[in-house]
T-cell receptor, first 113, second 112 residues
């Protein structure tokens, strides 16, 4: 059973605002990855954090940023929200940056109006 | 650019039928390959993975996948599906820079 939790479950924001999404990793996992999943599509890789450092980034602009804390929990911050940012945001933790035993959380549904 | 293609958007099978879901990727170097499954109302979970070694990989719940390097493919198979296999299946590839690319997914419906 996955131990990755995310908060909040749902969020509604307006264009131009900023949002912070939170993720708590599976116990023993030192790597966190964030994904954006639009309706009807597969998850798109945003970035990965390993031991509190960004360790890989997908094709997302700098207004998508993140943090990983010493307890390996993580945040995803999105500035200057756009309508196209509406999506399900998934957090996943893994044993290592090679995605061994990657466990996903339930996601945060973000709606931008 | 690295990409992942899943050929079937929606597959409908009867119980006990055999399953094969296609997955092709575009990257020519060393890759790590994964299949994930999302059952209705549940989180994405790992079905199986290939990092190296035997190209025929066995996963949970009777699933297996074969890595064919010359075809850039990693197809998922199951000899006999059950109603409980109804889910969405995602192929994913990790090639470099820790960038994990997912396919668009295949929805599998198994009729009892």
């Amino acid at each position: 059973e996955t131990g990755v939790t995310q908060s909040p479950t749902h969020l509604i924001k307006t264009r131009g605002q900023q949002v912070t999404l939170r993720c708590s990793s599976q116990s023993g996992h030192n790597t966190v990855s964030w994904y954006q999943q639009a309706l009807g599509q597969g998850p798109q890789f945003i970035f990965q954090y390993y031991r509190e450092e960004e360790n890989g980034r997908g094709n997302f602009p700098p207004r998508f940023s993140g943090l990983q804390f010493p307890n390996y929990s993580s945040e995803l911050n999105v500035n200057a929200l756009e309508l196209d940012d509406s999506a399900l945001y998934l957090c996943a933790s893994s044993l290592d940056p090679a995605y061994n035993e990657q466990f996903f959380g339930p996601g945060t549904r973000l709606t931008v109006l | 650019a690295q990409s992942v293609s899943q050929h079937n958007h929606h597959v409908i099978l009867s119980e006990a039928a055999s399953l094969e879901l296609g997955c092709n990727y575009s990257y020519g170097g060393t890759v790590n390959l994964f299949w994930y499954v999302q059952y209705p109302g549940q989180h994405l979970q790992l079905l199986l993975k290939y990092f190296s070694g035997d190209p025929l990989v066995k996963g949970i719940k009777g699933f297996e996948a074969e890595f064919i390097k010359s075809k850039f493919s990693f197809n998922l198979r199951k000899p006999s599906v059950q109603w409980s296999d109804t889910a969405e299946y995602f192929c994913a590839v990790n090639a470099f820079n820790n960038d994990m690319r997912f396919g668009a997914g295949t929805r599998l419906t198994v009729k009892p």
